[in-house]
């Protein structure tokens, strides 16, 4: 089976075999639940407010501007509570959660949503974005933003969104993550073909933005991850990051310098989500939600 996607007249084809789809010998995890019936679904997020995950729907190209994309709202136990929570969004990809805040990147814009009353408050608009893609938040409420397809890493402070970081390692940076003061960030890799492989595979990288020069802070691989595939995802779950790349559906682990394979999944491998503390008590473990765009399902595996 083959599917395609075009993008800003960018074609490519992603071809699911046999060989791709997950099988009980393939993976490490155990499997919790699947739900399907999404519309290209791109990102997972828990809200320990209340205790429910959330899901961004593409609903068309992803970079189509069609006011079809929405937020899904279900259980941490994989029932559906509201599929079209959140409607009339664009190309929504990543998301993050910082208090009531729900914050959504669609194309070239972010849409900050207070969470209990289900509604836009703020839109961040950044006119020379192509693909604003995933989202974390510091521990301060610095939201950081990036642009797959036209590089960069935007931040919003001060009710202001700016450029905030560019390099040449970054041409297409994907997935976010603030830990421990730093932001980590998953490339794509560098030479875009049109079929969205790369010439050379992305990295993990860490920013520490304490440098003295905290405009310029310094880009640093992590050791393990050098050019492990096009990744998108990025979760940590006790001192190990778990990364997805989203042209062959399979999951990594980087931890002690090393890598290793934890899932393969089919391609379209988006952006994988973590219980939060409230939702992942000791009765149920941490979950891992992996969102496969192409088939439109959502699975959820203990971790």
Not at 42 to 62: L, R
Not at 220 to 227: D, T
């Amino acid at each position: 089976m083959n599917t395609w996607i075009k993008t800003n007249g960018l074609s490519f084809i992603v071809a699911i075999t046999l060989a791709t789809i997950s099988t009980a010998n393939a993976n490490e995890l155990p499997l919790l639940w699947t739900l399907d019936n999404f519309d290209q679904p791109e990102s997972v997020i828990t809200n320990p407010a209340d205790n429910a995950v959330y899901i961004s729907n593409i609903n068309g190209q992803p970079t189509e501007l069609n006011g079809k994309g929405y937020i899904s709202k279900v259980s941490i136990d994989g029932k559906v509570i509201n599929k079209h929570w959140l409607e009339n969004l664009d190309a929504p990809k990543g998301l993050a959660i910082h208090g009531d805040n729900l914050y959504i990147a669609d194309m070239q814009q972010v849409h900050q949503v207070s969470i209990s009353q289900g509604r836009i408050v703020n839109q961040f608009q950044v006119k020379q974005a192509k693909m604003l893609n995933d989202i974390t938040i510091a521990d301060d409420g610095t939201v950081y933003i990036s642009d797959l397809l036209a590089g960069g890493i935007y931040r919003i402070s001060d009710n202001q969104i700016t450029l905030w970081f560019e390099h040449e390692n970054l041409a297409h940076p994907n997935g976010l993550l603030w830990q421990h003061g730093e932001l980590l960030v998953a490339s794509w890799g560098l030479g875009m073909n049109d079929d969205f492989t790369t010439k050379t595979a992305g990295s993990i990288y860490t920013l520490n933005i304490k440098d003295v020069n905290i405009n310029q802070p310094k880009l640093i691989v992590i050791k393990g991850s050098e050019q492990l595939g096009n990744l998108d995802g990025l979760i940590m779950k006790d001192n190990a990051l778990y990364v997805s790349d989203w042209i062959t559906g399979e999951l990594f682990k980087v931890e002690h310098a090393k890598s290793s394979k934890v899932l393969t999944l089919k391609p379209g491998l988006a952006d994988i989500g973590l219980s939060s503390e409230a939702a992942g008590s000791e009765k149920e473990g941490s979950i891992l939600f992996t969102p496969s765009m192409f088939d439109g399902q959502v699975m959820a595996w203990k971790l």
